[in-house]
């Protein structure tokens, strides 16, 4: 049996490789029966920007490059936060024209630092989460939390932990791997969540965490396969900062779902992209059906677009948080880069 995520699509964005109408020899784009309202780039190449886990089905990457007719280059340097900063840096001399995996942590940053190039599909399909990055489109989705090896627990007669409260006491003592806030995107996000729960007092429970020996590994690769003990690891510590998916591929797992951040992965035009009508239709592609499809199995993540068939291992190991932990874009905006001093001062 497979399950679901109920809605309906709609528009043709997810439906095409192009944006809806028509390109003229410009580069404009003409809506059905209209005038050309806008002059986009074009090129025969296109350079998509993503981050290290980028890795969607050869087959679909092929079949873009084919009916697009364009000659495709993917560049990956780095984790989101480091791939936002090489944007950053390189803002008069574009990496690319397209750029995918943006996250909600970074997409402010993102944005107020100029490098993208407004653009959302017309006909925006019904998506699974409330989103309000400007410029930018949502691709996929997801829940960062704790992951627990059970079966350490089982063999050590020690139960679950099921909160953040519970990662401080001393029974958990040197069990736990976080990643860094200032270098990983999933570490910024459980920053976020101990922040969400803990308010004023967040620096105090990440002084408990150090106390009570957490390590911080500087990202989740290293986390997750050299430090923890489950999964495909042989590391010395049962629990680490993952993702709600990461157990439908590694049943031994579990994550504790009172600890998760909502984690939302978007794809936008880079701002002086020497291809914006390639890029566009870049972003459409990452909202068909197909590549939407790929999603749980390639990438880990939650189609955005409701109504997309599931692997039904979802079903039974890979449960969204009912009640993520939250923190609003406003307050994101206005402390992240205050929050990371504060963090790396408060664990260095």
Not at 73 to 96: E, F, R
Not at 149 to 158: I, K, V
Not at 320 to 339: F, G, K, M
């Amino acid at each position: 049996m497979r399950f679901t995520l109920k809605a309906t699509l709609a528009g043709c964005a997810v439906l095409a490789l192009a944006a809806c109408g028509t390109p003229t020899d410009s580069g404009a784009t003409t809506p059905a029966g209209g005038e050309a309202t806008e002059s986009l780039t074009s090129s025969s190449t296109l350079t998509v920007v993503t981050h290290g886990s980028f890795e969607l089905p050869e087959e679909l990457t092929d079949k873009f490059a084919e009916e697009s007719g364009l000659d495709v280059t993917y560049v990956q340097p780095g984790d989101a936060g480091a791939m936002v900063n090489q944007l950053i840096l390189t803002k008069d001399s574009p990496l690319g024209d397209v750029v995918y995996g943006i996250d909600n942590t970074y997409a402010s940053r993102a944005w107020d630092s100029g490098i993208l190039s407004e653009y959302q599909p017309e006909g925006l399909p019904a998506t699974s989460v409330q989103f309000d990055a400007e410029g930018l489109t949502p691709i996929d989705f997801g829940d960062v939390c704790v992951n627990a090896d059970t079966e350490w627990f089982e063999q050590h007669d020690l139960p679950v932990p099921t909160t953040l409260d519970d990662l401080v006491k001393p029974e958990y003592k040197d069990l736990l791997v976080v990643t860094d806030p200032s270098a990983s995107s999933p570490g910024l996000s459980f920053l976020f969540a101990t922040i969400g729960a803990k308010g004023d007092d967040w620096l105090e429970y990440w002084g408990q965490l150090k106390d009570n020996g957490a390590k911080v590994a500087a990202g989740w690769t290293e986390a997750y396969y050299t430090d923890f003990s489950g999964a495909d690891g042989e590391g010395p510590y049962p629990l680490v900062v993952s993702y709600a998916s990461s157990p439908a591929y590694a049943p031994t797992t579990e994550a504790l779902l009172g600890t998760c951040f909502r984690q939302i992965e978007y794809a936008g035009v880079i701002d002086g992209a020497q291809n914006e009508e390639g890029a566009r239709a870049f972003i459409d592609f990452m909202l068909s059906p197909e590549v939407q499809a790929a999603f749980p199995e390639s990438m880990y993540m939650y189609p955005v677009v409701t109504d997309t068939e599931l692997p039904e291992e979802w079903a039974a190991n890979a449960p969204l948080a009912t009640n993520p932990i939250e923190v609003s874009s406003e307050d994101i905006d206005a402390n992240r880069e205050q929050w990371i001093r504060d963090w790396t001062e408060a664990m260095g």
